[in-house]
Nanobody, 127 residues
């Protein structure tokens, strides 16, 4: 059974940090590009970050550049999103998603191209 399970969300004060984890099971993670997406209340889901199969390349939406870092451990079937200097506008449900691809070093994760999605983890940034 294919599954992506996010964890690590919670309540954090502005300026704080969280590390989200995405555990993959039922498939071989290293055949997939992985993306993190988020959906804030009343807003559409947006892409946050993407990492290539190899882990060599990554991409970020402008609003999180310099604050978030995506990484992966293919041996452990895990992907991470380290979030620092969090702002209230980062409040959202965060999802990880996987896209099967033969390209090892591209870090582009279109929402409509993702094959598997997790159920999300809530991040709340507030005093």
């Amino acid at each position: 059974q294919v599954q992506l399970v996010e964890s690590g969300g919670g309540l954090v004060q502005p300026g704080g940090s969280l590390r989200l984890s995405c555990a993959a099971s039922g498939f071989t993670l290293d055949a997939y590009r992985i993306g993190w997406f988020r959906q804030a209340p009343g807003k559409e889901r947006e892409g946050v970050s993407c990492i290539s199969r190899s882990g060599i390349n990554s991409d970020y939406t402008d609003s999180v550049k310099g604050r978030f870092t995506i990484s992966r451990d293919n041996a452990k079937n895990m992907v991470y999103l380290q979030m620092s200097s969090l702002k209230p506008e980062d409040t959202a449900v965060y999802y990880c998603a996987a896209m099967r691809t033969i390209a090892r070093n591209q870090a582009i994760c279109p929402q409509d191209g993702m094959n598997y999605w997790g159920k999300g983890t809530l991040v709340t940034v507030s005093e």
